[in-house]
């Protein structure tokens, strides 16, 4: 069995062992806890399988579930189920995801990359037909054309380690989610000319954040320290962030129907 598999799934398991119970404790509370038949696959089993698809990188969930873990994983998780299982319980499990992901946020350094990336749904021609995000996915224009589908905005730190993130609609301004996404950040933030606004330079200094940006051709240049003229160019480092998401991590295939 390969080694990654098992530290993450241990890794995956000491989470659930910690959040399930509050998170049972507090539905509860509200009055949300239903009573439902649990599955035979424990939820962190359907973390583990889930976020290892983005780890061994197959192009679709369903080639990676039916040709992969069906076939080379039933010794690691032997109460598999069909797939039409699987993607009912990948639904039970966002919120845990997201809160897996908060508590891995990356280390504060005061130096902050802040950029923007389209996600698909579907080709543009289909956005018509396409019912599978409705009312959520939007058609927007970008720098490479039209696209109808999402932005995830993401802020990293020097290190590349992730800072913030938030997906909205794809015709969602930039500068909007900005203000919500470095609630707990303090330091400086470059971004790029996607994100000069004067009233937006003047929210983010109230929160303890300098915005750092590009200039536009049309606009007179101002004084800047070398070292922030050099961080600026680092900029491209979110670039590479963004790309292995898409490329790599396969955060974007399109849904058909």
Not at 80 to 96: A, E, G, R
Not at 102 to 120: A, N
Not at 196 to 210: A, D, N, P, R, V
């Amino acid at each position: 069995m390969d080694n990654t598999l098992v530290e993450l799934f241990c890794f995956i398991d000491d989470f659930c062992k910690i959040f399930y119970p509050k998170w049972e404790k507090h539905l509860i509370e509200i009055g949300l806890k239903k009573r439902c038949t649990p599955s035979r696959l424990m939820p962190s089993e359907v973390m583990t399988i889930f976020i290892y698809f983005h780890i061994i990188r197959f192009r679709d969930f369903k080639t990676y579930y039916m040709r992969y873990v069906l076939v080379y994983l039933r010794k690691a998780f032997p109460e598999l189920v069909s797939y039409s299982h699987i993607v009912n319980l990948l639904k039970t499990i966002l919120v845990p995801l997201c809160a897996l992901l908060q508590s891995l946020k990356g280390e504060q350094t005061g130096i902050h990359f802040v950029d923007s990336t389209i996600i698909k749904s579907c080709h543009i021609k289909r956005e018509k037909q396409h019912k599978v995000f409705l009312g959520l996915a939007k058609k927007a224009k970008s720098t490479i054309g039209w696209f109808f589908g999402f932005k995830l905005h993401l802020i990293i730190n020097d290190k590349g380690e992730l800072m913030a993130f938030k997906l909205t609609a794809g015709n969602v301004d930039d500068r909007r989610p900005v203000p919500d996404l470095v609630k707990h950040l303090v330091g400086k933030l470059f971004g790029d000319k996607g994100y000069i606004s004067q009233k937006l330079f003047e929210t983010l200094m109230k929160q303890g954040i300098q915005l750092i940006t590009k200039l536009k051709s049309n606009m007179k240049n101002k004084l800047m320290f070398l070292a922030d003229r050099l961080l600026l160019r680092k900029r491209s480092l979110i670039e590479t962030v963004n790309d292995q998401l898409k490329n790599i991590s396969q955060i974007e295939h399109t849904r058909h129907r």
